[in-house]
């Protein structure tokens, strides 16, 4: 079992940012690396970003490229989503997510997930 608790989100201005935290934990959270999906509302959830544990490899969504930035401190089994210049069309709920040696970009892949944290950017 891997255990996702995510933290950060709030309600923020067109332009702003945030920084979004998923706090991973139980056995062999390791072997799992991470992402980032949202899901708006009356909308299919969506992958955004994910993060490999070992070497750190990253992969975004054409829809967030130059503005998200994906990072993991192992030290603190944690991985963030700092989120700048934010658009109207970023509400949603943002959840963590695990995959199994490898990275999940799509929810047919995921085996963990986290509960959400709302995030809304007023215009």
């Known amino acids: 079992q891997v255990q996702l608790v995510e933290s950060g989100g709030g309600l923020v201005q067109t332009g702003g940012s945030l920084r979004l935290s998923c706090a991973a934990s139980g056995r062999s959270f390791s072997n799992y690396d991470l992402g980032w999906f949202r899901q708006a509302q009356g909308k299919e959830r969506e992958f955004v970003a994910g993060i490999t544990w070992v070497a750190a490899v990253t992969v975004y969504a054409d829809s967030v490229k130059g503005r998200f930035t994906i990072s993991r401190d192992n030290t603190k089994n944690t991985v963030y989503l700092q989120m700048n210049s934010l658009k109207p069309e970023d509400t949603a709920v943002y959840y963590c997510?695990?995959?199994?040696?490898?990275?999940?970009?799509?929810?047919?892949?995921?085996?963990?997930w986290g509960q959400g944290t709302q995030v809304t950017v007023s215009s």
């Open positions: 997510a695990a995959r199994r040696l490898n990275i999940p970009t799509n929810e047919a892949q995921v085996d963990y």
